[in-house]
């Protein structure tokens, strides 16, 4: 195993040197990391494709154009968001400099999963070094293919001394996290998210953690069932339903539900004809682990669409499970591949209920045109974030804080909330000797009197 001490140890160097301060390095990254996604993009789709059969168009849009994203709002607002912020001062303040500094907290780690395995990791790289920090970055050893490819491409196109890729598994991560990190940024599940803390508590470590859980979806009867079916399914589909942000079962009434099975029937038929597997535009299982894990789940309830597996090919068709019950398997953990279990409630309250008796999701989505029905379960549950009419698309909206609340995470990026998580807002109140001021602040000192505490 590589001496990650060392490793530490001269990154710290850089950063006490000064190097990733100016805003000319940063920016010269932030450039570099677009023309990387320029030129690296067929490398990185043929990683996705061997990693989790991912199509082009998915790997394209949803690692690639999302990671660029970020860079060119990172780029266009560097010079403003690390500017110094002057708040508001108090009068006793008046002949003062009040003044918020952004400082780079040092030696960022970031460790990445396998389910979006290169814009999880690239995305929070960026932020860290667009904040002024040294990175060191774990991608996931579950997708290998796209961690060999980070490991040599970001050496290639960003500075060697002050970024670093550390390829390795649970031994390697384990290691690592024995060092003294300024910042962790961890996106994986809440199981390792826990250890991580832990890990990161002994040095009083500041973490973001983005983390998982099971995101409920309520659909009421007055949604337009059509456009419903197809974002809920369409969120679930994408990535072969290995999406941290995936719907993960349904709250409905049973006529809602019979509705639903209809029409997702045609849907699924229109976008993947009658045998997905055949269909270029399904992902499969990550490894054989998560595909066993999934497949016990088809015995719960009901299934009332697809239900086909292929060990083979580690191929699970989606599918809708009905007659699920709150106590089995599938509503226990995350279930994070094409499965939806539907689970049978009579109104809002009862979905409110059921939600709150839960862990926090990271996301709730709700699908109705009731106004009155979106305000009360939106202020009647906790979650990291909210959906109304809609699945995943709130991921994409950068001016909103991504991240989970309770056990799905601590902590939220995205747009200016990224480079918010890399620094410290150092506040300095600057002073000169100005004879006035010290006529103004000289009730402080002894010897005092109740008169004095009038001031
Ligand atoms: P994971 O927690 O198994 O692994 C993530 C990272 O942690 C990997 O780099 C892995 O090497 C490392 N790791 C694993 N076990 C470890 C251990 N014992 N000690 C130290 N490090 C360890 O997660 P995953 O399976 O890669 O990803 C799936 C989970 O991530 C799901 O729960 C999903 O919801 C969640 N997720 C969350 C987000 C988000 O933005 N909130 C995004 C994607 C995935």
């Known amino acids: 195993m590589a001496d990650y001490a060392s490793l530490v140890d001269r990154t710290r160097t850089v950063f006490l040197s000064g190097k990733t301060r100016s805003l000319e390095w940063r920016k010269k990254q932030l450039k570099q ?73 040092g030696i960022v780690l970031v460790i990445g999963p396998w389910n979006y395995p290169f814009q999880l990791c690239v995305v929070p790289l960026i932020g860290a070094i667009a904040a002024g920090n040294c990175v060191i970055l774990k991608p996931s050893e579950l997708s290998s293919a796209t961690s060999a490819v980070l490991a040599k491409i970001i050496p290639k196109y960003l500075d060697q001394e002050c970024i670093h890729v550390v390829v390795g598994g649970v031994s390697e991560t384990t290691e690592l996290l024995k060092q003294r990190f300024d910042y962790i940024f961890y996106t994986g599940s809440t199981t390792v998210g826990k250890i991580i803390g832990n890990a990161a508590n002994k040095f009083l470590t500041p973490v973001t953690l983005e983390l998982g859980g099971k995101s409920p979806v309520y659909v009421d009867n007055t949604a337009d069932l059509e456009i419903s079916v197809k974002r809920i399914l369409w969120g679930k589909c994408i990535n072969g339903g290995q999406t941290c942000i995936a719907p993960d079962y349904v709250l409905c009434t049973e006529e809602v539900q019979n509705k639903f099975i209809e029409k997702a029937k045609h849907i699924l038929k229109e976008w993947y004809a009658d045998n997905p597997k055949e269909s270029p535009d399904f992902t499969r299982i990550i490894n054989e682990n998560h595909y066993q894990r999934l497949v016990k789940y088809l015995n719960n309830g009901k299934v009332a669409i697809g239900g086909d597996c292929d060990a083979r090919e580690r191929y699970i068709s989606p599918t809708i499970l009905i007659d699920v019950k709150p106590t089995d398997p599938v509503m226990q953990d995350e279930i994070f591949g094409p499965i939806l279990p539907f689970i049978n409630i009579n109104n809002a309250y009862e979905a409110i209920n059921f939600i709150n008796s839960r862990e926090s999701p990271l996301v709730l989505y709700i699908f109705s045109k009731d106004r009155k029905v979106q305000d009360l379960l939106i202020s009647q549950t906790r979650s990291g974030s909210v959906g109304v009419n809609e699945t995943l698309m709130q991921y994409c909206v950068d001016t909103l804080p991504f991240g989970g609340v309770g056990n799905s995470g601590i902590g939220a990026y995205h747009g200016k909330y990224t480079y918010d998580t890399f620094v410290h807002k150092k506040g300095c109140l600057i002073k000169d000797f100005n004879k006035l001021g010290e006529i103004l602040g000289s009730c402080r000192y002894p010897p005092y009197s109740d008169k004095k505490l009038s001031f």
């Not at 990387?36 to 082009?56: N, P």
């Not at 949803?62 to 912020?85: C, M, N, P, Y």
């Open 33 to 105: 990391t677009l023309l990387m996604l320029e030129e690296c993009e067929q490398e990185i789709i043929s990683a996705l494709a061997t990693d989790l059969h991912k199509c082009k168009f998915e790997t394209v849009s949803t690692e690639i154009k999302f990671t660029e994203g970020e860079v060119i709002e990172l780029l266009r607002h560097l010079k403003e968001w690390s500017a110094d912020e002057k708040p508001s001062k108090a009068i006793v303040n008046i002949l003062d400099k009040v003044e918020i500094k952004k400082e780079p907290y």
